[in-house]
């Protein structure tokens, strides 16, 4: 069975202050890794998609890598719209529902 | 703004009642999904149509729960007999079913329910 933990549930950092977000999963054949922010109380909205690993995708100040056991989503000088909670999921080969962790809600404080 | 609708937005019923969502997709994807979102958790897989056809159901989906999308176009998911374990945000989504970019699935605004 699929599995996707993201570390860590929360994370605070003050505004200019880069971090990272981790996604680590477990899949029988990965079809695609993908990383989707939420506002409260709204869907997901799609960021990036990744395929294999070494490949990276940037948006903004965001920028997402992919190992063959985990990814990790990079933000570069956050600012306080960044504020939101990230997820990451898997599909894997054989199907087409994506599997969700939990996510990790991130907060720029000014 | 041709992003995937979902109405109601917010449905607040009683215990024992029967209620129904509706989703329209992206106009041009052929893939539609359901999933159940509750308060601190990421969204979980309900099931999943191409063009009318129900391809994939989670365990997650009880005989309680029927989805349908007759056309291949907007989908209803109905709950009957609701319980307070149902309370949470239904998001659907979809998604094109073939080419470079198919595995992509964007989400709609999803809709609160509140069982009382």
């Known amino acids: 069975e699929d599995q996707v933990t993201q570390s860590p549930e929360a994370l605070r950092l003050q505004e200019g202050e880069s971090s990272s977000l981790n996604c680590s999963y477990t899949?029988?054949?990965?079809?695609?890794l993908f990383w989707y922010r939420q506002d409260p109380g709204k869907g997901p909205e799609f960021l990036f998609t990744?395929?294999?690993a070494g490949e990276e995708k940037e948006k903004e100040r965001l920028k997402a890598t992919l190992t063959k056991k985990e990814s990790f989503l990079h933000i570069t000088a956050p600012k306080p719209e960044d504020s939101a909670t990230y997820l990451c999921?898997?599909?894997?080969?054989?199907?087409?529902?994506?599997?969700f962790g939990e996510g990790t809600q991130l907060t720029v404080n000014p | 703004d041709t992003g995937v609708s979902q109405n109601p937005r917010h449905k607040i019923t009683k215990r024992g009642q029967n209620v129904t969502f509706r989703c329209d997709p992206i106009?041009?994807?052929?893939?539609l999904y359901w999933y159940r979102q509750t308060l601190g958790q990421g969204p979980e897989f309900l099931t999943y149509?191409?063009?009318?056809?129900?391809?994939?159901k989670s365990r997650l989906l009880s005989d309680r729960f029927s989805a349908e999308r007759p056309k291949g176009s907007f989908s209803t998911l109905e709950i009957q007999r609701t319980e307070q374990g149902d309370s949470a945000m239904y998001l659907c989504?979809?998604?094109?079913?073939?080419?470079?970019?198919?595995?992509?699935?964007?989400f709609g605004p999803g809709t609160r329910l509140t069982v009382l």
């Open positions: 989504a979809s998604s094109l079913g073939q080419g470079s970019s198919y595995n992509e699935q964007f």
């Open positions: 899949v029988s054949g990965l079809r695609g």
């Open positions: 990744l395929y294999s």
């Open positions: 999921a898997v599909r894997e080969t054989s199907g087409s529902r994506l599997t």
């Open positions: 106009s041009e994807h052929n893939r």
């Open positions: 149509f191409q063009n009318e056809a129900q391809l994939e």
